[in-house]
Nanobody, 117 residues
Framework: QVQLVESGGGWGRAGGSRRLSCTAS????????MGWFRQAPGKEREFVAS????????YYADSDQYRFTISRNIAKNTVYLQMNSLKPEDPAVYYC??????????WGQGTQVTVSS
């Protein structure tokens, strides 16, 4: 059974940082892209960042590319999202995803990020 388990959510202060982690199990993800999406209350789920299976290509939403960094450890089947300079608009449930590039197939249960001013 494929599982993606996120961790690292919680409270962060505006201007501060948090690092999210997502560990995948149940299959080999070495050929899949992995990424992060988020969904704020009352809004649709939106793309945040993704990384290719090799880790050499990364993609970001325009609003996040200078504050967030995505990375992955292939051997550990883990992807990370380093979030810096947290903003009041960042609070959301952050979801990890994995699958063919551009077509997420597997999803985590989500982890809540809250930002205090």
């Amino acid at each position: 059974q494929v599982q993606l388990v996120e961790s690292g959510g919680g409270w962060g202060r505006a201007g501060g940082s948090r690092r999210l982690s997502c560990t995948a199990s149940g299959r080999t993800f070495s050929s899949d892209a992995m990424g992060w999406f988020r969904q704020a209350p009352g809004k649709e789920r939106e793309f945040v960042a993704s990384i290719s299976w090799s880790g050499t290509s990364t993609y970001y939403a325009d609003s996040d590319q200078y504050r967030f960094t995505i990375s992955r450890n292939i051997a550990k089947n883990t992807v990370y999202l380093q979030m810096n300079s947290l903003k009041p608009e960042d609070p959301a449930v952050y979801y990890c995803a994995a699958g063919p590039p551009g077509r997420p197939k597997y999803w985590g249960q989500g982890t809540q990020v809250t930002v205090s001013s």
